[in-house]
């Protein structure tokens, strides 16, 4: 039997703090059991990626406890904040590292909170045994970042569960968004994107926490209120289960305004059940859409429509190009759902971080 030793944040399973990564590490946790592997969750508390001194010490408790020799899979919100604790236990452990996001993409490429984090993230990596990214943007940016060995870089793209196909409406004008409400999704600029086509008819329903920025939060409910679209914006906090599925169910398209993804994981699950994408033209996202890592595109064209990130004008164009051309519609729904058949399981992605395990240890 082989023993696997996974350390996430103690928030992976809080339904009010969804996430993509915790969604992965979850995922890949079960898959791994259900094939057989012993696998020894360790949940540290913290408010990681930004912890206090104690949580760095509860890292180490943990950390400490888990025997000589062992592979020790690590979710890099925790991992990459504590060269601290990780770097001396390189020595003795085999550091696998689940990096969702790169530390600082968030932040200003100019700041310092932003370059401290990735010079504490660089010591980590460059310790670690393999690094694990979601997507191939994600493995080039690390490797040229912090200067990588390429052959310790892996990837393993998320999987996505079967859906059935959303009905959608005759005019196209359910609009979706599935992303924590805060600056780095973009919120802003979708809603000052939705303003400039208020003559149209459409409907958007913001799917997310509301809890990451408050204040960001009452600055968006305020936004809408003084353009005049208030009662056709919706916020319902984060959904899961039944009640997204029904939200999928009812959609027309998803739209996702981020500055910045990694993958995009809300986007094979809207692609799963036939919904086309707007969505901006960063980082993995459109290579989650369906696009080629060397910007080249399937035979069918993408399912949806890419702008660029920071540009209400260009979003708006887009919204109002799929809400005006019903063959604009229906061309972008057939791809939507010939992507749909070629996403992949997780047991493939679990499969990925198998083989990598196998060559760690």
Same mark, same amino acid.
């Given at each position: 039997?082989? =023993?696997?030793?996974?350390?996430?944040?103690?928030?992976?399973?809080?339904?009010?703090?969804?996430?993509?990564?915790? $969604?992965? %590490?979850?995922?890949?946790?079960?898959?791994?059991?259900? =094939?057989?592997?012993?696998?020894?969750?360790?949940?540290?508390?913290?408010?990681?990626?930004?912890?206090?001194?104690? %949580?760095?010490?509860?890292?180490?408790? $943990?950390?400490?406890? =888990?025997?000589?020799?062992?592979?020790?899979?690590?979710?890099?919100?925790? #991992?990459?904040?504590?060269p601290e604790v990780l770097v001396p236990e390189a020595r003795r452990l085999r550091l696998v590292i689940l990096v969702h996001m790169p530390l600082g993409d968030g932040l200003p490429d100019d700041g310092e909170d932003a370059e401290q984090a990735r010079t504490r993230e660089g010591a980590v990596l460059s310790v670690a045994a393999a690094v694990v990214t979601p997507s191939p943007w994600t493995r080039s940016r690390l490797v040229a970042r912090y200067s990588l060995r390429p052959d310790r870089v892996y990837v393993a793209e998320?999987?996505?569960?079967?859906?059935?196909?959303?009905?959608?409406? /005759?005019?196209?004008?359910?609009?979706?968004?599935?992303?924590?409400?805060?600056?780095?999704?973009?919120?802003?600029?979708?809603?000052? /994107?939705?303003?400039?086509?208020?003559?149209?008819?459409?409907?958007?329903?913001?799917?997310?926490?509301?809890?990451?920025?408050?204040?960001?939060?009452?600055?968006?409910?305020?936004?809408?209120?003084?353009?005049?679209?208030?009662?056709? $914006?919706?916020?319902?906090?984060?959904?899961?289960?039944?009640?997204?599925?029904?939200?999928?169910?009812?959609?027309?398209?998803?739209?996702?305004?981020?500055?910045?993804?990694?993958?995009?994981?809300?986007?094979?699950?809207?692609?799963?059940?036939?919904?086309? $994408? =707007?969505?901006?033209?960063?980082?993995?996202?459109?290579?989650?859409?369906?696009?080629?890592?060397?910007?080249?595109?399937? %035979?069918?064209?993408?399912?949806?429509?890419?702008?660029?990130?920071?540009?209400?004008?260009?979003?708006?164009?887009?919204?109002?190009?799929?809400?005006? %051309?019903?063959?604009?519609?229906?061309?972008?729904?057939? #791809? /939507?759902?010939?992507?749909?058949?070629?996403?992949?399981?997780?047991?493939?992605?679990?499969?990925?971080?198998?083989?990598?395990?196998?060559?760690?240890?």
């Open positions: 039997m082989t =023993i696997l030793h996974v350390v996430v944040p103690d928030g992976i399973d809080d339904p009010d703090r969804p996430s993509g990564g915790n $969604v992965y %590490d979850r995922r890949v946790c079960r898959e791994l059991t259900a =094939i057989g592997w012993s696998v020894h969750e360790h949940l540290v508390r913290g408010s990681w990626p930004t912890p206090e001194p104690a %949580d760095r010490a509860s890292l180490s408790e $943990v950390v400490a406890g =888990i025997p000589d020799g062992a592979v020790v899979l690590l979710d890099g919100l925790v #991992a990459s904040t504590a998320p999987g996505v569960d079967p859906a059935d196909i959303s009905s959608g409406t /005759a005019n196209g004008g359910e609009l979706l968004c599935v992303a924590a409400v805060s600056q780095h999704k973009g919120h802003d600029v979708l809603l000052a /994107a939705l303003a400039m086509v208020s003559h149209l008819p459409w409907r958007c329903t913001c799917v997310g926490s509301l809890d990451r920025d408050p204040g960001f939060v009452d600055r968006l409910r305020s936004q809408v209120r003084t353009d005049g679209i208030g009662d056709r $914006v919706q916020f319902t906090g984060p959904l899961t289960g039944r009640e997204l599925d029904v939200t999928y169910a009812g959609a027309d398209v998803l739209v996702l305004a981020s500055r910045g993804e990694t993958y995009g994981m809300v986007v094979t699950e809207a692609l799963a059940r036939g919904l086309p $994408v =707007i969505g901006t033209a960063v980082g993995g996202l459109p290579q989650a859409l369906g696009g080629q890592p060397d910007g080249g595109l399937p %035979d069918g064209g993408l399912p949806g429509l890419l702008v660029p990130p920071d540009d209400p004008a260009a979003l708006a164009d887009a919204l109002c190009a799929w809400l005006r %051309d019903a063959d604009l519609r229906r061309r972008l729904r057939q #791809a /939507a759902e010939e992507r749909r058949g070629t996403l992949s399981a997780w047991s493939a992605t679990t499969d990925r971080i198998v083989r990598v395990i196998a060559e760690v240890a």
